[in-house]
């Protein structure tokens, strides 16, 4: 049983494009993630949502929307792609933090490339 | 300074040796330490979390932390050639609450 999935797992586009990912889990965690990893293979958080409640926003640009239409699915939708977009993106989930950070699982990734 | 930075390596060990890869943070409220293993076009999967001072092992796995030096380790014991991979350290709690900061990663090569 896939615990997160994601879909696509390749997307090839155009500069200028609108494109969406989709993401799933069914281990009944509260809280999801979106991750990004560049081309040196740095991990970076991006959005974090608790509940379908939006609770971590980094410095993402607004091109970039997630949504949460239940706690079990997190999706990235993103606008005007760019070259610099390129990257691999991972969504994840966990139970909600506590005192401690509880482990996180992550999806099999969606690796974007812009053109 | 970074927030979580590691030796970006590749670090070459011998079939059978102890592997150890290191790790230093910069935010003294970090609570929780986990250590992934990404293999080449995978994504990360958890090796170990420690939240306490000292040593915690796991079968070939010890991860020992020093929160006072702000210092967390991973020693791979009897390395395996299938323990390539490139190990992620990261850290939350403190200005990372309710998320992982990770290190760049170091490579890991274990040869037969």
């Known amino acids: 049983d896939t615990a997160v999935s994601q879909t696509p797992k390749y997307l090839v586009t155009q500069m200028g494009n609108d494109k969406s990912i989709k993401c799933e889990q069914n281990?009944?965690?509260?809280?999801m993630y979106w991750y990004k990893q560049d081309s040196k293979k740095f991990l970076k958080i991006m959005f974090s949502?608790?509940?379908?409640?939006?609770?971590i926003n980094e410095t993402v640009p607004n091109r970039f929307s997630p949504k949460s239409p239940d706690k079990a699915h997190l999706n990235l939708h993103i606008n005007s792609l760019e070259l610099g977009d390129s990257a691999v993106y991972f969504c994840?989930?966990?139970?909600?933090?506590?005192?401690?950070?509880?482990?996180?699982?992550f999806g099999p990734g969606t690796r974007l490339l812009v053109l | 300074q970074k927030e979580v930075e590691q030796n970006s390596g590749p670090l070459s060990v011998p079939e059978g040796a102890i592997a150890s890869l290191n790790c230093t943070y910069s935010d003294r409220g970090s609570q929780s330490f986990f250590w992934y293993r990404q293999y080449s076009g995978k994504s990360p999967e958890l090796i170990m979390f420690i939240y306490s001072n000292g040593d915690k092992e796991d079968g070939r796995f010890t991860a020992q932390l020093n929160k006072a030096s702000q210092y967390v380790s991973l020693l791979i014991r009897d390395s395996q050639p299938s323990d390539s991979a490139t190990y992620l350290c990261?850290?939350?709690?403190?200005?990372?609450?309710?998320?992982?900061?990770f290190g760049q990663g170091t490579i890991l090569t274990v040869h037969p």
């Open positions: 994840a989930s966990s139970p909600p933090t506590t005192v401690y950070q509880e482990t996180q699982y």
């Open positions: 281990l009944g965690h509260d809280t």
């Open positions: 990261a850290v939350s709690g403190g200005t990372s609450y309710g998320k992982l900061t």
């Open positions: 949502y608790n509940n379908k409640e939006l609770i």
